[in-house]
């Protein structure tokens, strides 16, 4: 299954993004899509676990064109973004699915327009994921919210948190560096 996803079926992926795009941004789906991958990232097929299909537009943030008086260097309208797109995925998932916690999120596709994404949310109140020994850490008061503090694996990753060397200034936090280190 992963080696048939290093080069996928365009035509098949084709026609699933055309059925993708005329729905929602963000979609709730039966079973993943890519199985081998959502249960190395920790989804096992029993309640209490989420899969959520993310459209995201693809290209820069653009900002609105600024016409008040001020210097060129301050007219940016187009800036880059701090955020990994598939974090982004992550925290609208999380917004779209209040009660639920992001465990962890993978790319499905991309077109001229969009990328797709799959997160894997889990519901801490329920009694079946309490009881799993693999998974009850999310039900800990101290995971709430952890995608918009960056504690999942694509916030790590795209705050730059995976090497650890002595001349990084990302470590402890980038506001104890007053933001030097992105």
Same mark, same amino acid.
């Given at each position: 299954?992963? @080696? ?9 992926? =084709? ?7 005329? @729905?929602?941004? !963000? /979609? ?21 676990? !989420?899969?959520? =299909? /993310? ?10 064109? /600024?016409?008040?008086? #001020? ?6 309208? =187009? ?16 917004? #779209?699915?209040?009660?639920?916690? /992001?465990?962890? *999120? ?21 009694? @079946? ?17 952890? !995608? ?10 795209? =705050? ?15 506001? *104890? ?6």
């Amino acid at each position: 299954m992963r @080696e048939a996803w290093r080069k996928p079926d365009t035509s098949v992926l =084709r026609e699933r993004m055309m059925q993708w795009r005329k @729905e929602n941004a !963000v /979609v709730h789906v039966e079973r993943p899509l890519r199985l081998d991958k959502a249960r190395m990232l920790g989804y096992s097929a029993k309640k209490g676990f !989420v899969i959520a =299909r /993310v459209r995201l537009l693809r290209g820069g943030r653009k900002r609105e064109k /600024v016409n008040a008086r #001020r210097r060129t260097k301050r007219k940016t309208i =187009r800036k880059t973004l701090k955020v990994s797109y598939r974090w982004i995925a992550e925290m609208r998932a999380a917004r #779209r699915f209040t009660n639920l916690e /992001v465990l962890n *999120s993978y790319w499905i596709g991309k077109d001229g327009k969009h990328y797709f994404y799959e997160v894997i949310l889990v519901d801490p109140e329920r009694p @079946e994921i309490k009881a799993d020994k693999k998974i009850n850490w999310i039900c800990k008061p101290e995971h709430r919210g952890r !995608v918009f503090r960056g504690l999942t694996s694509a916030g790590k990753k795209s =705050r730059g948190l995976r090497k650890k060397t002595r001349n990084l200034k990302v470590r402890p936090s980038l506001r *104890s560096w007053n933001r030097k280190g992105k």
